[in-house]
């Protein structure tokens, strides 16, 4: 009797999980490739065209990341497809996303729980775009656009950029991250962060990564965390210490602007703490505090959770005890 019983659940877990697939599979979120302006004819490309179609997001495109201005616009075009060091990162973008079909299916499966989610939200249009090695992800009113050339996993290429993405980053610029890096974007643009106390900060960026792991990227935590596999594992093994420090250092508290984003932005190392350390170690510790409280009040929707602004409840409520 007790293994019909198990039987019965595992169909009943399948047929939910079924249904979810099948619901997420239907659900597209659209993708346009502005990417391709790089091989288009620049004598039989429109300013006005690429204006109509991509709206707000082409105004801040042409203006911020390649200079295409609509009075030389030909010619912008011209000079920009012939950089020389733009044609490898190009055939490497065409070899890795010309088929953008698995990164669209994860984005429209991640923006499907979003949706579920958050009802009242945006879904953005997906914009590709290839910016020279200026921009990562671009947010703007209804676009989340993707710098692919910054997804490639060749570190030739990012480390002559270190004077803008130095090198403490370079572990995301590889297409298992793209996911993860785009959707977190879009979620700190529709979640802003107010310059609150260190702790509230924390659970802020908490919510985000709990997110993201449990509703919307199907990746692993270091990717939804943004760190390597061994950062990781330094911070599994060292969070009772991570905690500790926060404590005695009396951080929690603290609404130094200056000093809290040395431990929620990205950097080397973590300051008083390892080299070893990765930055970012107190979002880290706010993404267990979330699960814990998430956990210990199963009744809470990830929409209620967001709105939930006293940080102070979501500690004690959590028991977090590492």
Not at 47 to 66: K, L, M, T
């Amino acid at each position: 009797m007790k293994k019909n019983i198990y039987y019965l659940v595992f169909i009943s877990l399948f047929l939910l999980m079924s249904c979810d697939h099948d619901e997420s599979a239907n659900f597209e979120i659209e993708v346009k490739r502005l990417d391709t302006i790089y091989t288009t004819d620049p004598f039989n490309a429109s300013y006005d065209d690429y204006a109509d179609e991509y709206g707000y997001f082409w105004e801040v495109y042409s203006q911020n990341v390649i200079f295409l201005p609509s009075e030389s616009f030909s010619d912008s075009l011209i000079r920009f497809q012939q950089e020389q060091d733009f044609v490898k990162p190009y055939e490497d973008i065409i070899n890795q996303y010309e088929d953008f079909s698995l990164q669209h299916k994860k984005l429209s499966r991640a923006f499907y729980h979003y949706n579920l989610a958050f009802p009242n939200k945006l879904i953005p249009t997906i914009v590709t775009f290839f910016g020279g090695f200026n921009y990562i992800n671009i947010v703007t009113d209804s676009t989340l656009g993707i710098g692919l050339e910054m997804f490639l996993g060749n570190n030739n290429y990012y480390s002559n950029l270190i004077h803008k993405f130095p090198k403490y980053m370079h572990h995301q610029f590889h297409p298992e991250y793209l996911t993860s890096v785009a959707v977190n974007g879009w979620l700190e643009s529709e979640f802003p962060v107010t310059f609150d106390s260190f702790l509230f900060q924390m659970i802020h960026f908490g919510k985000i990564k709990y997110a993201l792991n449990e509703f919307l990227v199907d990746a692993p935590p270091h990717v939804t965390m943004g760190f390597t596999e061994t950062q990781m594992e330094w911070c599994k093994n060292s969070e009772f210490s991570i905690w500790k420090f926060l404590i005695e250092q009396g951080l929690l508290y603290s609404r130094d602007q200056f000093l809290i984003r040395k431990y929620m932005n990205p950097a080397p190392y973590s300051k008083g703490m390892p080299r070893e350390s990765p930055g970012q170690v107190a979002v880290w510790i706010g993404w267990n505090i979330v699960d814990e409280f998430m956990q210990n009040n199963s009744k809470v929707t990830i929409s209620e959770l967001f709105q939930i602004k006293d940080a102070q409840y979501i500690l004690n409520q959590s028991k977090y005890k590492p």
